[in-house]
């Protein structure tokens, strides 16, 4: 399914990509010949430190550390049999880079055709170029190793990179190695030459920079063992991509196509934890473009445009603006984190345009929450993270966590427990109900108590809920009251009982309350008359909903979360009311 929705996208995208066989590569110099094949000079392509792109034929597999050459680019070993100033501070060996040069040189003369273009490069292969090439004026900034060995394009004196010269590029196509194996393609049905290595993906942050592979297979299987065992991998004791067939031109469509998704100035991505998240819709739509809005932090020069798009979303959703086709057009979301030299898929989600924008839309109804004036109100999933991770850095995130809580989100299920667990941890260390880890909370307990039938808990409300009758949700409301008590009577307290009890509060309510409720008596009796009748009464109307029995000894996870939620809307109310002061 992955595969055949990146193949179906490599063919809507048209001419935004390149066609079977060619890719787009950042070269930073060209070698200029003549029409006799012989070094004229390098020309600079940058503009500042950005390369120019040049469409060039690519090999449709990783080089590894095998002598893989690159037919009419290259780097200077390759190109010129000349050690770059890297490999002679590595000490590569004369045999290697010798074998390197004739490689080259051995693709440039299959070239056929008799155009001037390709007898050019014909007759470069049988030239050796190195005393000119020395001294160019250019040679000492690609021979340094500060440029580590740059890609380099041949191109034509008077008619530029032969890549871009037709006769050239209809030769190119002509001597593309075919495969031996044929077979059925599982992403098209149709028979074709089956890809033995996958392209390399590259973009996915924290891979490997030669890229992942989506779909590879290990070493062959020699005689139907491996050391005395059959691999996992020899189903049948097929080899590498015969145990997933897949077609070169569909290998090719959906690797260039995830390529194009990833590339760094493409706006079909965006980072979730630990993983790379890239999407796309079966056809162009509104939310292929607000997408990434919904999640990244907004940009610091224009700090509303997030609020502004979930307004429309959410507009959209309840008034019914999707346009018809929304309801059938498909939208995928694919999450991917490197693992070695592969990558593994985080999460994947194949829905409707019309269900994802309900999902999300969903997603920022059961994280609102009231917040105070100083509180952002863009809630986007990296600050979500962040909020549950210690010292609130994105290094701390835990592992799987984002893809997890983003394949929530898109698939409109309940939030992973981790997440709710990671929250209240937070919250218990540091003592500190801040409104993104109270939005996760709240979230997470309501779609909990929406999907399972057999809880019978009331949802959580934005604000202040005088009806809720949660013993967790109460006794998060009196220790607010508690804590408030207690400033009101000792102003410019640097300690409060959040900092000594709210673990024990939250988690074992009935060995601190009888404490709490006695130490209130004295800050009671500080306070003026009419602050403390108010008290009193707000005191009374929530422990009249406790139960009988008294405090309990024990808060399961979910009413630890309640009793953070008591306890921040309590404290919300206590600081937006206008309150008595305590003044008699």
Known sequence: MILQALNDLYHRLGDKVPSFGWGRQAIPFLAVIDRQGRFVRFEDTR?????????????????GSAIKANL????????FGILSEESERKGDVKKKLAAKHAEFCRKLGLLPGSDPAVVALRQFATLSQESLVRRDPLWPEIFSQNRQNPWILLALEGEGPVTAIPAVQKAIDAIRPASSRRGVCLVTGNEDEIMQLEPPIKGVRGSQATGGSLVAVNNEVKNGVNQGQTPAFASYLKQQACNSPIGRRAGFAYTTALN?????????HLQVGDATAVFWSEQPTPLETDFPWFFQAPPRDDPGRQIEAIRQLHESVVRGGYAPSDVETRFFVLGLAPNAARLAVRFWTCTTVLEMAKNIDQHFQDLAIVHGPHDSGNLGLFRLLCSVAPQDDSRNIPPHLG???????????????????????RIRAERSVTYPRAALIKACLNRLTRWDTHRKEDELT???????TN?????????????KIQSEANPGLNTTIRDRFYGAASGSPGSVFPTLIRLSR???AKLSTGLRTVRERLIQEIM???PSQGFPTHLDLGDQGRFAIGYYHQMQALYTKNEPSNKE
């Open 462 to 468: 934005v604000s202040l809920d005088l009806g809720q």
């Open 471 to 483: 013993v967790g949700y109460r006794l998060g409301r009196l220790f607010a009251v508690l804590e």
């Open 403 to 425: 893809g997890e809580v983003m394949r929530a989100i898109l698939q409109g299920t309940p939030y992973p427990i981790t997440l709710l667990q990671a929250a209240v941890r």
């Open 260 to 268: 194009y998704l990833l590339a760094k100035d493409s706006p079909h």
């Open 72 to 79: 009419c680019w290259e780097n200077i070993e390759y190109m």
């Open 522 to 524: 004295h800050h009671l």
């Open 544 to 546: 009249g909903a406790l």
């Open 47 to 63: 503009e500042g430190r950005q390369a120019k792109v040049f469409c060039v034929p690519i090999l449709g597999e990783k080089k």
